[in-house]
């Protein structure tokens, strides 16, 4: 069975920084594109990130392009979030998710990643 597990969530001051982790089990990641996104109370969800199983591709939101950095570690199955200059308006749930194809380009389509994780939430104070 498929298991994602965000960690590294919190309350940080706007222009803080964190870094949060997806530990995944089940599944060696080093074939599979990995994603993550972001839901703000009373809104949808929302891409973040996504970079391809090699590892040399990565996408972004516009939101946050210059202040995230998405990558990976395949020898430890995790996959992470570097937050900087961090805003009020980033505050949300953060999911991280992987498709049930391996080599299927997940990009910003959360319709294409099939396992999520339950969540970290990510508070940022004005």
């Known amino acids: 069975q498929v298991q994602l597990v965000e960690s590294g969530g919190g309350l940080v001051q706007a222009g803080g920084s964190l870094r949060l982790s997806c530990a995944v089990s089940?599944?060696?990641?080093?074939?599979?594109?990995m994603g993550w996104f972001r839901q703000a109370p009373g809104k949808e969800r929302e891409f973040v990130a996504a970079i391809r199983w090699t590892g040399a591709t990565t996408r972004y939101a516009n939101s946050v392009k210059g202040r995230f950095t998405v990558s990976r570690d395949n020898a430890k199955n995790t996959v992470y979030l570097q937050m900087n200059s961090l805003k009020p308006e980033d505050t949300a749930v953060y999911y991280c998710?992987?498709?049930?194809?391996?080599?299927?380009?997940?990009?910003?389509?959360?319709?294409?990643?099939?396992?999520w994780g339950q969540g970290t939430q990510v508070t940022v104070s004005s």
């Open positions: 998710c992987i498709p049930n194809m391996p080599y299927s380009g997940g990009g910003s389509d959360e319709n294409a990643y099939d396992y």
């Open positions: 089940g599944r060696t990641i080093s074939r599979y594109d």
